[in-house]
């Protein structure tokens, strides 16, 4: 062996002989696909939605403990840069929200078939963009 990490590859079956064990697949050996790309944005809103959660508890913090501290960070969130971070909080939850659905639907064993699956991929999308549209414009009609 010149490597180290090649004695990772090495393994004994049952009856004791020496194997070479496979090398697990990687994104490099996959063809991208939209449920692929689902599930990793899913993970990825998850993330988001928890930075979100800390920003809105630091809203509520500053709420609770003075006019300053509130004007403070609503004056953060009321830049261009914050309120990108609004609308892609908004998106992340009604994504998140989408795929939960979606994600319903097939724990009690339906939409499991390739065109229903990738029609409730597009749902999803279609869905998370006509719900964060709807929200912005009814959370901009209330100011």
């Known amino acids: ?21 496979p090398l697990s697949p990687h994104l490099q050996v996959y063809k991208p696909q939209m449920t692929m790309a689902l599930s990793i944005m899913h993970r990825i809103t998850g993330v ?22 509130f004007d403070t960070v609503s004056m953060l969130l009321h830049t261009w840069i914050g309120k990108l ?8 939850l009604w994504f998140h929200f989408s795929t939960g659905i979606r994600h319903l639907f097939w724990d009690v064993g339906h939409g499991f078939e390739m065109p229903q699956v990738h029609a409730s991929a597009r749902f999803v999308l279609v869905a998370t963009a006509v719900l964060t549209l709807a929200t912005w414009f009814v959370g901009l009609m209330a100011l």
């Not at 988001?48 to 501290?69: C, E, K, Q, T, Y």
């Not at 971070?85 to 992340?92: N, R, Y």
């Open 48 to 69: 988001a939605l928890a930075v979100g959660a800390l920003i809105l508890v630091s809203w509520l913090v500053a709420a609770a403990s003075s006019d300053r501290a």
């Open 1 to 21: 062996m010149t490597d180290v990490r090649e004695a990772l590859f090495i393994a004994r079956t049952t009856d004791g002989r020496t194997v070479r064990r």
């Open 85 to 92: 971070a609004l609308l892609g909080w908004t998106a992340s």
